[in-house]
């Protein structure tokens, strides 16, 4: 069969037919071959170092396309590093400046005017621009005196490309001599179509030239241990502003003992309020204590002034000026004593007798000895001087006593004792004394000689005494009918059985001392009575029915009142119904008057008082006899 003869039959029979002999043979087709080409020679050695080159399939497209790209993201990060590093960056803060016109130095207290503005570089605007401004320690307003200045805040708005903007303040810097003061300013800023906030920063040093406030200081250079010690401190404003609540504030040494000052402490006996100061002002503050140490030591004090802090944790807001008062300590040889007849204060401008003392306290004698007595204060008048047996000199207001002018200062035995006298006064014309604030003269007495025996030496002692001169209190009482804050009734002259009633004035004066706790009081006769009105209406009249005492507590007057500034005064209203047994007779309103104060610089009490008050009033309209009681 045909199918028998198939390929596909044979390759079956053979596969599964146990007869090799079936297995058929087969021919295969004849292959040509081929001569092989051998080279004859062996050539360049091939290199493993170059890839072998297989052709890559040809994408023409795709090569395009990504050279188009890489071109595209070149360009684009060219023109994006040309803008940046170019200038044209909007929010760039190095395209803003911050430029300050204002002087390097100024004086303490001295206007200062300076001038802000904010530039703009950039190629876009700056939108709501504020400008921060940080003041220094010291900085005032110049129109609201006292004001501190710590931070401003401006708004500008804004500020154009290219453009700027500027703000001009003023201020007054306070403080110390060569210090130096930072103000600093911050500007920041938006710009458009962000949300960032943008800032810029500079800082503007100003020194400070000089103090607005002269500080002067006087002491003794030495003194006896445990001996009396007064610091003068003088301060004068050179502030072209006035300084609200000037602090002088000391700092005591080991060894001293506060005593008094001539003006109340405003805190721990060390600090003073000396309150304001306008340009010229001068201001003195004595403070007195004793200082006690070994010899040959030096004791320091140190006085700082500066203008009064709202911080309770500190004393000032600024320092303004500081002095040191050095005091040397000396072994006293001599017991001396400086010795006042009228004690050490005065109540009038009178002459002050002085005693100068003097005991040798050594085993042995001491001879050539010398006495100096320096004479000072601000009523010193330097024509009182009395020397006895000493020589005046008026040109250092000196007195010396030696052997040559007393005969026990050539030899002073163990335990001797004696003394030299002389005197000096303050201005006897009361107009000059009423011009100073705070009088007082100054003594004070330097004795030297030469130690004999074994320890043969130089030795000295001093002494000193302030003497204060104290205020002057005045009252004065008196009636009106037609002058005076109130309006008055009743028959003038008086008439028996009907009430007339009168306008009483006190008028208090004051010359050179600051007084406090003043009080005036007098007493209403049995027919005069209390019409309940009083002016100025601040002030503090007290009406006792009880004791019919009429009280005015004026509390504080001020030196130079009724003198260089008007008088303190008050008015109240009585009523007075005569009987028909005073007629012909004059009337009293009021009793004699009195008034008590303490004079806050020299320590002590001082009383006034006025003559009774009776119907003669003292308006100009009173004719003779309109103060008598008729029918």
Do not use: C
Request: glycine share 6%; charged share 20%; net charge negative.
């Amino acid at each position: 069969m045909n199918f028998e003869k198939s390929s596909i039959e044979r390759l079956k029979r053979t596969l599964y037919s146990r007869d090799e002999k079936v297995v058929p043979k087969e021919k295969r087709s004849h292959v040509e071959g081929e001569e092989p080409q051998v080279p004859p020679n062996w050539g360049e050695k091939p290199s493993f170092d170059m890839p072998l080159q297989i052709p890559a399939p040809n994408n023409s497209f795709f090569n395009k396309f990504l050279v188009g790209s890489l071109v595209f993201f070149g360009l684009s990060l060219s023109v994006a590093l040309f803008i940046f590093f170019g200038g044209f960056n909007t929010i760039s803060s190095n395209n803003v400046d911050v430029e300050i016109v204002a002087p390097t130095s100024v004086s303490s207290g001295e206007e200062l005017l300076t001038s802000v503005s904010v530039v703009n570089g950039n190629q876009t605007d700056l939108e709501e621009v504020i400008l921060f401004i940080n003041y220094p320690e010291g900085a005032q307003q110049i129109d609201v005196t006292g004001k501190k200045l710590s931070r401003q805040k401006i708004e500008l708005g804004t500020v154009g490309k290219g453009q700027f903007k500027e703000h001009t303040f003023r201020a007054v810097l306070f403080g110390e001599k060569d210090a130096v003061k930072s103000f600093v300013f911050r500007v920041e800023y938006k710009v458009k179509g962000s949300n960032a906030t943008f800032s810029k920063e500079k800082t503007y040093d100003i020194f400070i030239g000089s103090s607005p406030i002269f500080l002067n200081v006087k002491y003794p250079a030495e003194i006896n241990s445990g001996e009396k010690l007064s610091l003068f401190i003088e301060i004068t404003s050179n502030s072209i502003v006035p300084i609200k609540n000037m602090l002088i504030k000391v700092e005591y040494p080991y060894g001293f003992t506060y005593k008094d000052s001539n003006i109340e402490p405003f805190r721990d006996n060390s600090i003073w309020n000396m309150g304001d100061l306008k340009n010229g002002d001068k201001k003195t503050l004595v403070i007195s204590g004793t200082l006690v140490g070994q010899n040959m030591e030096d004791r320091s004090f140190r006085i700082l002034a500066g203008m009064q802090t709202t911080d309770a944790s500190k004393d000032f807001d600024t320092a303004l000026a500081t002095a040191e008062a050095t005091v040397g300590i000396r072994k006293s040889f001599f017991d001396l004593r400086l010795h006042s007849s009228n004690g050490e204060v005065l109540t009038t401008a009178q002459s002050v007798p002085m005693a100068i003392q003097w005991q040798n306290t050594l085993p042995d004698k001491i001879t050539n000895a010398h006495i100096t007595v320096t004479m000072s204060g601000n009523v010193f008048d330097r024509a009182s001087v009395l020397a006895g047996e000493g020589l005046y000199s008026s040109l250092d207001s000196t007195i010396v006593w030696d052997k040559n002018t007393t005969d026990s200062l050539k030899d002073i035995s163990p335990g001797e004792e004696s003394q030299v006298l002389f005197s000096f006064a303050p201005f006897s014309n009361p107009t000059q004394v009423r011009s100073i604030k705070n009088p007082y003269l100054e003594a004070r007495v330097v004795m030297t000689g030469e130690r004999s025996g074994t320890e043969t030496a130089t030795i000295s002692s001093s002494a000193n005494i302030t003497i204060k001169i104290s205020s002057a209190l005045s009252i004065i009482s008196q009636s009106h009918r037609d002058s005076g804050p109130f309006g008055n009734t009743g028959p003038i002259p008086p008439r028996a059985d009907k009430e007339s009633t009168y306008t009483v004035t006190w008028v208090l004066s004051n010359t050179v001392n600051d007084l406090k706790a003043v009080i005036v009081s007098a007493t209403l006769p049995p027919s005069v009575v209390w019409k309940e009105e009083h002016s100025p209406a601040g002030e503090k009249i007290i009406y006792n029915p009880d004791t019919r005492v009429i009280s005015w507590n004026a509390g504080n007057v001020s030196s130079g009142v009724g003198f260089a500034y008007a008088p303190r005064m008050v008015s109240f209203k009585v009523g007075i119904t005569p009987n028909i047994t005073e007629v012909g007779v004059v009337p009293k309103l009021l009793s004699e008057t009195s008034a008590i104060a303490t004079d806050t610089y020299a320590e002590i009490s001082l009383t006034a008082s006025a003559q009774p008050v009776t119907t003669h009033y003292s308006d100009t309209s009173f004719r003779s006899g309109n103060d008598i009681v008729v029918k």
